[in-house]
């Protein structure tokens, strides 16, 4: 079992920048793939980035070169480094971890982003 929480959400200008926190809990001996997703208003859930325990990433082409994922693997805990921020990331975005013994993916409850003049 994997509990993910999530925070450091809110409030931006366009411009501006956040940093999110994925902390994991539980049986976490096996946190094969971290990562973000998004969801914005009227749309359906989106990749953002991944990240694998040996820190290969994957960004989606919106916001590669503004956002960056990394992993404390130490801390069982992911962060999305998000600079530059547009109107159009506003979103609930959502922490995800895929484990390898046994193969299950996890989610968080999700953390609102909100970016708006």
């Known amino acids: 079992q994997v509990q993910l929480v999530e925070s450091g959400g809110g409030l931006v200008q366009p411009g501006g920048s956040l940093r999110l926190s994925c902390a994991a809990s539980?049986?976490?001996?096996?946190?094969?793939?971290m990562g973000w997703y998004r969801q914005a208003p009227g749309k359906q859930r989106e990749l953002v980035a991944t990240i694998t325990r040996g820190g290969v990433t994957n960004y989606a082409g919106s916001v590669k070169g503004r956002f960056t994922i990394s992993r404390d693997n130490a801390k069982n805990t992911a962060y999305l480094q998000m600079n530059s921020l547009k109107p159009e990331d506003t979103a609930a975005y959502y922490c995800y971890a895929l484990t390898g013994v046994p193969w299950m993916e996890y989610w968080g409850e999700g953390t609102l982003v909100t970016v708006s003049s």
């Open positions: 539980g049986s976490i001996s096996s946190l094969n793939v």
